[in-house]
């Protein structure tokens, strides 16, 4: 088939306007698309001047899009947001990539708007893209906000609450605790003076009985003692007489020969400055015992005053000789202490006490050779009484328990586990200290230290 030029011309003319004819109506319709979009549509330049618009920019934001193209979007947006747009929309044009980023927009009435920008680089070195209104999900994400901000600050208050709940709660159970061992202590206490007031009324009634016979023994010993001197005197002076009468008749009748030989009158002479020393020898003693007792007992000291710690112990050792008989070997090695300021008739009944146990633990062992030894000496600022025995000896699990009221390992009847937690007392309120040192078959050490 042959065409000539004119033919083929108008066949391209044809063609020409057919394509433009279909152009123009897939313009038309893209247009009407873009024009009915919900989001914004947008076109800018190289310097970033709005050039393209859809109708979605005067619905959204109030702005015409005549007075709107040629300005710059940084524009519309937000002062507090400019900078950072700046910097995006110029990134996008410079290092062609695209964005997706939310930003803060003013519409007409200077109201903030929401909008999500997705832009890109495009053909003629500027950017185009998108905006989608997305302020109600904002709201609704400050609602949230504001509503986990709500919740955390009731949580926050409710934790706070809780907590200070707590240590309150903890406070009145520290109080409780305090309060249950103040209750402890105060009850210890009470125990600890019941069982004292009733040693100390023990010890009293013993001492008021001691005094007693003391002052009782004290009366008749000392008129006997008082004219034991009058009689050495007079027997002497008899006895003078009769030598005296000897000489003068050195043979007397027969009936005062006879008596003389009856009442064995050498023997007299010999014997009575004997007899009469013995007794006087013997009211000494049983006044150096009234002495003792009366040192024992110290009714009359409610004080503290100087007292010498020799002086108590003997005068305690004397008042318990009656249990020692000729069984147990007291041995007494004295250091050279001086006059301490206590109370007396207190410290007695220490060493009463701990005599007392020695005793009775030797008493009650097969010992063949038994023995209590007592030694002071000063060590310091302080006095040292050590009394030990060579007794069986204190088990270690009892010797932790020793000063505790009412323990006592004696049987019924014969301990009442009041003794030693006195002594623990009464050395304390001298602000010393007592020491127990013991092992099964070595015996027992009790150390008393005392301020000077």
């Known amino acids: 088939m042959n065409f000539d030029g004119r033919g083929s011309n108008e066949l391209n003319t044809q063609i020409f306007y057919r394509l433009v004819n279909e152009l123009s109506e897939s313009e038309k319709r893209y247009r009407e698309l873009v024009e009915n979009l919900r989001e914004i549509v947008f076109e800018s330049n190289e310097r970033g001047d709005l050039t393209f618009l859809n109708q979605s920019w005067e619905e959204t934001l109030g702005y015409s899009i005549s007075e709107s193209i040629g300005k710059s979007l940084i524009n519309f947006i937000h002062p507090e947001d400019r900078g950072i747009a700046a910097q995006v929309l110029k990134k996008i044009s410079a290092e062609k990539i695209s964005i997706d980023r939310d930003f803060r927009f003013l519409d007409r009435n200077n109201k903030v708007v929401w909008l999500n920008l997705l832009a890109r680089s495009n053909s003629t070195q500027g950017f185009s893209g ?30 706070q609450l809780l907590q200070a709940t707590n240590e309150q709660l903890h406070q009145e159970v520290r109080v409780r605790s305090r309060v249950e061992e103040k209750l402890r202590q105060t009850l210890k206490q009470l125990k600890e003076t019941q069982t004292q007031l009733i040693q100390t009324e023990k010890m009293l009634s013993l001492g008021q009985m001691v005094a007693g016979i003391a002052h009782e023994i004290n009366n008749p010993i ?73 040192n024992f007992s110290r ?154």
């Open 299 to 452: 009714l009359d000291e409610s004080e503290k005053k100087e007292a010498d710690l020799h002086q108590g112990i003997n005068s305690t050792i004397l008042f318990l000789k009656h249990r020692l008989h000729s069984e147990i070997e007291i041995v007494r090695r004295y250091g050279n202490l001086p006059l301490i300021l206590c109370y007396p008739a207190q410290l007695n009944q220490v060493f009463m006490n701990l005599l007392n146990n020695a005793i009775d633990a030797l008493l009650e062992s097969d010992i063949e050779f038994k023995k209590i030894a007592i030694e002071t000496e000063k060590r310091g600022d302080r006095v040292c009484i050590s009394i030990r025995d060579n007794g069986p000896g204190i088990a270690p699990e009892i010797r932790d328990r020793l000063f505790d009221p009412f323990f006592t390992t004696k049987p019924v009847g014969k301990g009442t586990g009041l003794g030693l937690a006195i002594c623990y007392q009464i050395v304390e309120q001298h602000q010393g200290t007592i020491q127990v040192r013991s092992e099964l078959g070595q015996g027992t050490e009790f150390s008393i230290f005392l301020p000077l």
């Open 222 to 294: 000392n008129f006997i003692h008082g004219n034991l001197s009058y009689i050495s005197e007079y027997s002497q002076s008899l006895l003078e007489l009769i030598e005296r009468y000897k000489k003068i008749l050195p043979k007397p009748p027969p009936n005062i020969c006879n008596f003389t030989e009856e009442i064995d009158l050498d023997f007299i002479q010999a014997d009575l400055l004997k007899m009469l020393s013995s007794m006087k020898a013997g009211s000494n003693r049983i006044k150096n015992i009234i002495l003792s007792l009366r």
């Open 130 to 159: 998108s905006l989608t209104n997305i302020s109600d999900r904002k709201q609704s994400q400050a609602v949230l906000q504001e509503i986990n901000e709500q919740l955390e600050q009731r949580v926050e208050e409710r934790t």
